[in-house]
């Protein structure tokens, strides 16, 4: 089953006219620059073309008032790329309650004994009180790493993470690290990712690979030896295990990681990463800017990678074996055709249950984009996609993937994609949290797609399994057939009085 244009693609420019037309106009011309519809069409060969670069805005401040699902600079460093760094102790510094909401929520797993040697499910912060805004932090801040060091002499390192209060008061977070860092010679790394930075997470992201750039390369010596197949996962957060599903496989064709990162990561493998022959991204929204300072500064090449369902895998181990020749090509040839009866097992046992039924995506990060094609191995037809936080060149990459009709939103508001549900009413709905049980009262199947819905990995071929599994069990259950929306229930009432006399 795929889409029709002419009737998918009008229906979802009719449902964008709907929506706009509920706002002033003044907010209805700023969000009709996010919303869109694939319509791209190669002229010489009538094949999709894609998104270019203008069809969709983004990475653009949201609309005061508006139910936005963004969220911050701090939430993107701090709770995407440095929290998972395992040996490191991560400081929220500031009032409790931004650590406290970015508490172990992203199940980035690890191991390690918890306490001792990994910290990624602890919360640490500098609890900052009215006088601490009024005096100032850098103190406390330095007794909190004090404090650290006597408690768990074991850590790695320590990245310092401001929230909003010590931007606007002006701690010397920088100062505070370098002192500290010398006293108890460590690693200490500020991250100036205050939460009012920038348009969303994404800045986070950014300003927390400026300070790997800035902190951790070239500071230490770095006893390693390199080999020739030595590769950095750069962007994996292991949620769920994907970042073990991705190395099994980069192993298995004659690869070494030596650096996973963020996810399960050590500070020395950041440390390390300079050495490597080729860093492999997978989230490109989150890690892409570290990627390319290490090919300017040192050379090493990059490439996005895609492990979602078995024909982005093959395409991609292949073309990661490419870089390195005939020898990895060859014993990539060998994984792929090992794990075939998994796959053609897998695709027999759930497409016929899964083909046809429509979904509808609304995620942060790579997945819009990169779970399309396993879906679309299970014979299922994206309707919608769309991206919290992505820029311009997301949607250009997201054009490589979407078919003719596609309905595509950026920073879509609470009310947008409400009514897009409804017009579309999909047979599922792919998002976070907040959307989960919203979604699911309209009598909608959903997963989480943010952390899998405490299922996982994602990634890789038995990742591949997993996930067929879960599109089924959502799709499938029997509980949608179980009960009626509130308002036909209403309209029953009446007849069930009647019935009762």
Known sequence: MGLDYENDGALHAKLIEDVLSQYPDKAAKRRKKHLSVATSKDEAGGEDKGLSECDVKSNIKSIPGVMTIRGCAYAGSKGVVWGPVKDMVHISHGPVGCGHYSWSQRRNYYVGTTGID?????????????????????????????????????????????????????????????KKAKEHEKTIVPVRCEGF??????????????????????????????????????????????????????????????????????????ERAPKAKLNLIHCYRSMNYICRHMEEKYGIAWMEYNFFGPSQIEASLRNIAKHFGPEIEEKTEKVIAKYRPLVDAVIAKYRPRLEGNTVMLYVGGLRPRHVITAYEDLGMVIVGTGYEFAHNDDYQRTGHYVKNGTLVYDDVTGYELEKFIEGIRPDLVGSGIKEKYPVQKMGIPFRQMHSWDYSGPYHGYDGFAIFARDMDLAINNPVWGLYRAPWKKMKDAPLRAVAAE
């Open 118 to 178: 990994t910290f990624v499910t602890m919360q640490f912060t500098s609890d900052f009180q009215e006088k601490d805004i009024v005096f100032g932090g850098d103190k406390k801040l330095e007794k909190v790493i004090d404090e650290i060091e006597g408690l768990f002499p074991l850590n790695g390192g320590i990245s310092v993470q401001s929230e909003c209060p010590i931007g606007l008061i002006g701690d010397d977070i920088e100062a505070v690290s370098r």
């Open 197 to 270: 930075r920038g348009v969303s997470q994404s800045l986070g992201h950014h300003i927390a690979n400026d300070a790997i750039r800035d902190w951790v390369f070239d500071k230490n010596d770095v006893a390693f030896e390199s080999g020739p197949y030595d590769v950095n996962v750069v962007g994996d957060y292991n949620i769920g295990g994907d970042a073990w599903a991705s190395r099994i496989l980069l192993e298995e064709i004659g690869l070494r990681v030596v650096g996973n990162w963020s996810g399960d990561a050590t500070l020395a493998e950041i």
